[in-house]
């Protein structure tokens, strides 16, 4: 269920104008990005102006377009550059019941993430865009769906795929499912590459 209007916006009030910024910034129109994030531009406004809640997988495919990563989209302090990231508590953010912890460094053309993705996740949504995606199953047992294809994973099964195959994800168990997740940025201020609800800190 959607929050009531300003709901969003009243719990991390950055972030829809930090979407809207972003968009700008990248020289983006609202219908341009919208259509490669799979969304309506009507979605995406209720986005920028708080009033619709962006899931976790909206965030991420934000995040591959403006090329920046979920952590900064929150509006979370990125740590410093380093090739290590020490381990600790599951004490992430969430969006829209999925959550997740920065595993990667930050300014890189991949993005890693701890995620806990919660039974039913998603739905129908199902996401195509440039790049490709890597996902390794922790805990529980996860529905992959790539094209006509249907795949049930459990602890220790893995997934590398073209992102441009239309994919979705669902925990199938009521306890959810917990996975590792890579996947690259569609645009990176390293690499350059071309472009071709409620949420709360824990």
Known sequence: MNPPDG????????????????????????????????????????????????????????????????????????????AIVRGGPFEGAEADGWMYRQTGGSGRA??????????????????VHPGEEWLYVLDGRLRVSLGDTVHDLGPGDSAHFDSLTPHRIAAVERGGSELLFVHTLLQSPTAELCLGSGMHRR
């Not at 991949?110 to 996401?127: H, I, N, W």
């Open 7 to 82: 709901g969003v916006a009243d719990e991390l009030p950055g972030v829809a104008p930090r979407l809207r910024d972003l968009r700008r910034s990248r020289g983006l129109t609202l219908e341009a990005a919208a259509r490669h994030a799979g969304l309506s531009p009507a979605h995406l406004s209720r986005l920028e102006t708080g009033r619709r809640q962006p899931s976790l997988p909206m965030l991420l495919g934000l995040a591959r377009i403006y090329g920046t990563t979920v952590s900064e989209l929150l509006g979370e302090i990125p740590p410093e550059r380093d």
């Open 110 to 127: 991949m993005q890693a993430l701890r995620v806990r993705v919660p039974y039913g996740a998603q739905g129908d949504l199902v996401r």
